[in-house]
C-alpha cells in the first residue's frame, strides 16, 4: 500500500541513454511543434493587420520582430530554466518551488491543456493541408485525423528515441524548404508568381488592432516549453544538450518568422481564401514547379507530426505531477525505453475525442490553442523573477529583469488572446483549466488522506504475531480441497472449512458431512445455510462473528490448461474475492490449481 503514496523512481539502467535523445534528435522529437508554427503564426498576424488594408499590412514585420523579442527572452529564459531544474517539469517545476503549489497546479494544468489542444491541432492541420491538396477525400477528414494519431502514437510506444529518429529527415526537409523560400524570395527583386489581392472593408491601425495582431501571432510560441519539460529525456550532459536544442530551436524559429514577415511585405501578400499565405509567399518566391510542391509536402508531414512535441513533453509532466501526488500514480510508471505508457495513452485518448467533437476542423481548435500556454510562460517567468531575487548569483539583475519582462509581455498577450478568442471557443479553455486544478487537488487531498490512515512519515511500532484464522470456502472433497486446506494449515493458528448450502438441500448437506467424517482431514467444517442461495452474504456475517482479528479467506481457483477453457468456470472465486474485499476487513488469497496434463502442483 505504501507504493500507492510514493511511487518508487525507476532505476536508470547503464544502458539507459541509448534510449535517451541528442541535440538534434531532441529538436526533431520536442519542436516540431514551434517549427511549424510558421505555417500559422505569420497568417494569423496578416489575417489581422488585412482590416486595415496596406497600412496594416506595413505592420507586419514590426509585429513579427515583436513576436522574435518575445521568442528571444523566452528563449533565454527557458535556458535558465533548464539548468535551475533539470528533472524537467518547465513551467511546473519552476511554479511549484517559487510561487507554491496553487501556482505550479495552475501551470501544469496549463500545461496538459495545451498539449491535448496541440495534438489536436497539429493533426487537423496537416489532415486540413492534405484533403485541400487532394478534395475527394474530405468526407473521410475525421477518419484520417484518427489514423495519423494512432500511426504517431504507436511509434512513441516504442519509445521516444524511435520517435526522434523517425522525425529528423521530415524536419530538416522542413527547415530546408523554408530556408530556399526566404533566400530565393529575398535575392528576387519581383514575386514568380503574383497573387490575388482581395478587397476588405478597411479599418484604421490602432493599438487594439495590433495587440490583437501580437497576439494571434504568438501562437508561433507555443512548444518553446517543451524541451524544458522534458530535460531527464536527453543524454547525458542532459542539461547542456537540452540548452543547445532549446538554443538552436530559438535561432531557427526566429529567422524563420522573420525571413517570412519580410517576404510578405516585399511582395504585398494578403489572405486569400482556400490558399494559406505560406503557399502565396513559397508561390512568389519559387514558382509554380516542383519545390512548390516539395514546400507544401514538407508542411503538410511536419503539421502532422509536430503532435509528437506533446508525446514527449506531456508523459514527463504528468509523472511529475503524479510524483507529487496531484494525479493517479499510474503516471509516474515508466516501461522499457523510458515510454510512459499512461501518460501517452491519456494524451491519445482526449485529443481523439477533441477531433471527434471538432469535426477534424482545425479552425474550431485554433482559437483555443494559445490561451493555455501563455498563462504557463507567465507564472514560470514570474517564478525565475523570484529565483533571481532569492538566490542573487552573478548578473541576477538583468536575468531578473529580462524575465520580468518576459512575463509581462506575456501576461499582456494571455489577456488580449483570452478577450479575442473567448467568443471564438477561448470560454471553453477558459471553464477547463480549473476543473483540471480542481480534479488535481482533488487527487492530492485523496492521497493525503490515506497518508494519514497508514501514517506516512511516522516509525511503527514492532510488528508483533496475532494469533489468526484461515477460511477456506469449500463446496466439494476433491484434490482442489486437500490442495487449500495443506496451503490453510502453513498459513494460520486456525483453519475452517466452510461448507454454504441451501435448507431445501438437506440430505445433500447431511452426506458432506459424512464425506468429510469419512475423509477426516482434521480440519473444523462450519456448515452455513442461506434460503436465498447466496455465498458472499452467510460467509461475511460468519466471518464476522469469528474472535479472531486477522482472518484469512483462502479461495480456490482451477487456471485452465488453455484461455478458451475459461468460460467453462463459474467465477464464484472472482465474485466472493470481490464481495470479501468491499465489505470487510478480511485478507484474501486467491490459489490458483494448474490444470495440465504434466503439472502435479498448484500455482
Known amino acids: 500500500m505504501s507504493a500507492l503514496l510514493t511511487p518508487a523512481r525507476p532505476q536508470e539502467p547503464n544502458t539507459g541513454d541509448r534510449h535517451r535523445l541528442t541535440v538534434t534528435g531532441g529538436l526533431a522529437a520536442l519542436s516540431l511543434d514551434a517549427m511549424a508554427s510558421v505555417a500559422y503564426g505569420p497568417e494569423a498576424i496578416v489575417l489581422v493587420l488585412a482590416l486595415a488594408g496596406g497600412a496594416g499590412l506595413g505592420f507586419t514585420l514590426p509585429v513579427t ?42 501551470a501544469g494544468a496549463s500545461l496538459i491543456v495545451d498539449y491535448v489542444l496541440n495534438v489536436a ?105 517543451a524541451i524544458a519539460n522534458a530535460v531527464p529525456s536527453f543524454k547525458k550532459p542532459r542539461v547542456k544538450r537540452a540548452q543547445r536544442a532549446e538554443m538552436a530551436l530559438g535561432v531557427l524559429l526566429a529567422v524563420m518568422l522573420i525571413g517570412i514577415a519580410i517576404l510578405i511585405e516585399k511582395f504585398e501578400i494578403t489572405p486569400a481564401e482556400g490558399v494559406t499565405v505560406l503557399s502565396q509567399v513559397t508561390q512568389a518566391s519559387l514558382g509554380d514547379g ?72 482545425m479552425n474550431l481548435l485554433v482559437p483555443l490553442f494559445a490561451i493555455g500556454v501563455f498563462v504557463g510562460f507567465t507564472i514560470s517567468q514570474a517564478g525565475m523573477v523570484r529565483h533571481w531575487l532569492g538566490d542573487r548569483p552573478a548578473g541576477w539583475r538583468w536575468r531578473a529583469a529580462l524575465n520580468g519582462f518576459g512575463a509581462l509581455l506575456t501576461f499582456v498577450a494571455a489577456i488580449v488572446v483570452t478577450i479575442s478568442k473567448f467568443t471564438e471557443g477561448g ?70 472449512a466452510v461448507n454454504i ?37 452467510p460467509l461475511i456475517e460468519y466471518i464476522k462473528s469469528v474472535p479472531e482479528r486477522r482472518v484469512f479467506v483462502l479461495i480456490t481457483e482451477i487456471e485452465p490448461e488453455h484461455a478458451w477453457q475459461r468460460v467453462l468456470q463459474n467465477q464464484r472465486g472472482a465474485v466472493l474475492a470481490r464481495a470479501l474485499r468491499r465489505r470487510s476487513d478480511a485478507v484474501v488469497c486467491r490459489m490458483r490449481f494448474r490444470v495440465t496434463a504434466t503439472a502435479h502442483h498448484h500455482g
Open 65 to 106: 520582430l515583436a513576436i522574435a523579442a518575445l521568442l528571444g527572452v523566452l528563449t533565454l529564459s527557458y535556458r535558465q530554466v533548464v539548468a535551475a531544474f533539470p528533472e524537467g517539469g518547465g513551467a511546473y517545476g519552476v511554479a511549484k518551488t517559487y510561487l507554491g503549489r496553487q501556482a505550479g497546479l495552475v
Open 121 to 225: 491541432v497539429s493533426v487537423a492541420a496537416g489532415v486540413a493541408a492534405l484533403t485541400s491538396a487532394f478534395p475527394e477525400i474530405l468526407p473521410y477528414t475525421v477518419w484520417l485525423c484518427l489514423a495519423v494519431l494512432a500511426v504517431i502514437t504507436m511509434i512513441n510506444l516504442r519509445g521516444i528515441t524511435h520517435s526522434a529518429r523517425a522525425f529528423i529527415a521530415p524536419a530538416a526537409l522542413y527547415v530546408g524548404a523554408i530556408t530556399l523560400v526566404i533566400v530565393v524570395g529575398l535575392i528576387r527583386n519581383e514575386p514568380a508568381v503574383y497573387a490575388e489581392h482581395t478587397p476588405h472593408a478597411l479599418q484604421t491601425v490602432g493599438v487594439l488592432l495590433l495587440l490583437k495582431a501580437f497576439a494571434n501571432g504568438c501562437a508561433s510560441l507555443t512548444g518553446v516549453e
Open 290 to 361: 516542383p519545390l512548390f510542391y516539395l514546400v507544401q509536402f514538407s508542411t503538410v508531414a511536419l503539421l502532422a507530426l509536430a503532435a509528437n512535441t506533446s508525446f514527449g513533453g506531456l508523459p514527463v509532466l504528468t509523472q511529475l505531477l503524479a510524483r507529487d501526488n496531484n494525479l493517479p500514480h499510474l503516471f509516474a510508471l515508466r516501461a522499457d525505453r523510458h515510454v510512459h505508457r499512461y501518460g501517452i495513452a491519456f494524451l491519445t485518448i482526449t485529443s481523439a475525442l477533441l477531433l471527434i467533437l471538432a469535426r477534424g476542423e
Open 427 to 496: 470560454w471553453l479553455i477558459v471553464v477547463t483549466m480549473p476543473l483540471v486544478v480542481a480534479t488535481m487537488q482533488w487527487v492530492n487531498r485523496s492521497y493525503a488522506r490515506i497518508g494519514e490512515r497508514l501514517e506516512l512519515g511516522k516509525t511503527p511500532v514492532p510488528p508483533r504475531p496475532r494469533r489468526s484464522l484461515v477460511v477456506v470456502p469449500v463446496h466439494a472433497i476433491t484434490r482442489l480441497t486437500c490442495e487449500a486446506l495443506a496451503a490453510a494449515l502453513s498459513l494460520g493458528d486456525r483453519v475452517v
Open 501 to 537: 448450502t441451501h435448507p431445501e438441500d438437506e440430505s445433500e448437506a447431511r452426506r458432506f458431512v459424512e464425506d468429510w467424517e469419512r475423509w477426516h482431514p482434521g480440519v473444523e467444517l462450519v456448515q452455513l445455510f442461506d434460503a436465498h442461495r447466496r455465498l458472499d452474504t
